[in-house]
T-cell receptor, first 116, second 115 residues
């Protein structure tokens, strides 16, 4: 079946603008994660969804970052008032049933965000 | 907190050479361990995993053994190919206490294999 998809693949925005990044997980996967990949920080966890709720938001770097998930499927990561340090590749991953340390997380291709 | 340390790259090898990428970890609990690979222009893919001590994960000729006594999960391949050129990430799952098992990654090792 289809893998995790993300859109857009690339996004260039001006400092101070808001952006929305979308993730479509694998059908039937109830656990969904957002990560960020940047040159300076490597790969970092941002937020975790189980169904439509987000019990772990501990990785969000500031209150400019928020995310939601609807219908237990599509998730949107929103960054308000973007800053240059937000430039990174934003990755979405999903896993089957519910989160487990043993479950494989399947990653999407990412959205490359560039803030000018 | 939990962390992963892997050897710094880049690593350049000739085709058919032996590959080792070292990975060690620090974890408060009993993590599962993973190697992910990122080919040029593509997303992260799971290469192999091991969920308990002494387990060996293997895939596409790559192997790694979960060594609890040395807190290590070194990646090996006996004979690399040009098509193995990629960035390799060692990772573990960390339970956050809020129901999530987020991945904690090493910084990645870039491998280039030359013909």
């Amino acid at each position: 079946g289809a893998g995790v998809s993300q859109s857009p693949s690339n996004k260039v925005t001006e400092k101070g603008k808001d952006v929305e990044l979308r993730c479509d997980p694998i059908s039937g996967h109830t656990a969904l994660y957002w990560y960020r990949q940047s040159l300076g920080q490597g790969l970092e966890f941002l937020i975790y969804f189980q169904g439509n709720s987000a019990p772990d938001k501990s990785g969000l770097p500031s209150d400019r970052f928020s995310a939601e998930r609807t219908g237990g499927s599509v998730s949107t990561l929103t960054i308000q008032r973007t800053q240059q340090e937000d430039s990174a590749v934003y990755l979405c991953a999903s896993s089957l049933v519910r989160a487990s340390g043993r479950d494989t997380q399947y990653f999407g291709p990412g959205t490359r965000l560039t803030v000018l | 907190g939990d962390s992963v340390t892997q050897m710094e790259g880049p690593v350049t090898l000739s085709e058919e050479a032996f590959l080792t990428i070292n990975c060690t970890y620090t974890a408060t609990g009993y993590p599962s361990l993973f190697w992910y690979v990122q080919y040029p222009g593509e997303g992260l893919q799971l290469l192999l995993k091991a969920t308990k001590a002494d387990d060996k994960g293997s895939n596409k000729g790559f192997e790694a053994t979960y060594r609890k006594e040395t807190t290590s999960f070194h990646l090996e391949k006996g004979s690399v190919q040009v098509s193995d050129s990629a960035v390799y990430f060692c990772a573990l799952t960390t339970y956050s206490g809020a129901g999530s098992y987020q991945l904690t990654f090493g910084k990645g090792t870039k491998l280039s294999v030359i013909p």
